[in-house]
T-cell receptor
Framework: GQQVMQIPQYQHVQEGEDFTTYCNSS?????IQWYKQRPGGHPVFLIQ?????EVKKQKRLTFQFGEAKKNSSLHITATQTTDVGTYFC????????FGAGTTVTVRA | DVKVTQSSRYLVKRTGEKVFLECVQD?????MFWYRQDPGLGLRLIYF???????EKGDIPEGYSVSREKKERFSLILESASTNQTSMYLC????????????FGPGTRLTVT
């Protein structure tokens, strides 16, 4: 399946700070999805990006799809304790191929 | 409300046993998926199905089989469980056609001893 690499694997953030997690592919993606999994929970769909250079916002979360459609990023501003969890990107290649995820912890 | 249910949250089986994991969705979704989740590896696709009685291998199908006799139910079968199949198993479903968002069940934590 299509390989997507996510970096960093772990992100420790001070409450109130911003951070970004990245998803990279060696091949062009038709679209990409992002999911969030809270500790002890299951993945929940956040968003899908389809167009080259697309940017979508959900409150403090900003998702971007690269111009070449080979990478994507999730930027969270003013991190809160509710942002704790693992964020996965998933590349669409007839089926979804998930990255390994970025696990976020927040220091109050 | 969208719902995907899995037969067990926790399961302990012995090496060599045949194991059935059941998944049921009530959203009339065409597509259903089985993943396993291991630390540092993300979600890896085992099998998926885009229609009743149809199945396709995912990225790691070895040691597993599936059955989809009804649209709402997708079963994962471990013919002879081994310790390296100890993992979290997640079922998901989605609408057919384009790749839409997937709805996940709560997961089954399987331990093979």
């Amino acid at each position: 399946g299509q390989q997507v690499m996510q970096i960093p694997q772990y992100q420790h953030v001070q409450e109130g700070e911003d951070f970004t997690t990245y998803c990279n592919s060696s091949t062009t993606l038709s679209n990409i999805q992002w999911y969030k999994q809270r500790p002890g929970g299951h993945p929940v769909f956040l968003i899908q990006l389809v167009k080259s250079g697309e940017v979508k916002k959900q409150k403090r979360l900003t998702f971007q799809f690269g111009e070449a459609k080979k990478n994507s990023s999730l930027h969270i501003t003013a991190t809160q304790t509710t942002d704790v969890g693992t964020y996965f990107c998933a590349a669409n290649d007839y089926k979804l191929s998930f990255g390994a995820g970025t696990t976020v912890t927040v220091r109050a | 409300d969208v719902k995907v249910t899995q037969s067990s949250r926790y399961l302990v089986k012995r090496t060599g046993e045949k194991v059935f994991l059941e998944c049921v969705q009530d959203m009339d979704h065409e597509n259903m998926f089985w993943y396993r989740q291991d630390p540092g590896l993300g979600l890896r696709l085992i099998y998926f199905s885009y229609d009743v009685k149809m199945k396709e291998k995912g990225d790691i199908p070895e040691g597993y089989s599936v059955s989809r006799e009804k649209k709402e139910r997708f079963s994962l079968i471990l013919e002879s469980a081994s310790t390296n199949q100890t993992s979290m198993y997640l079922c998901a479903s989605s609408l057919g056609g384009e790749i839409y968002e997937q709805y996940f069940g709560p997961g089954t934590r399987l331990t093979v001893t």
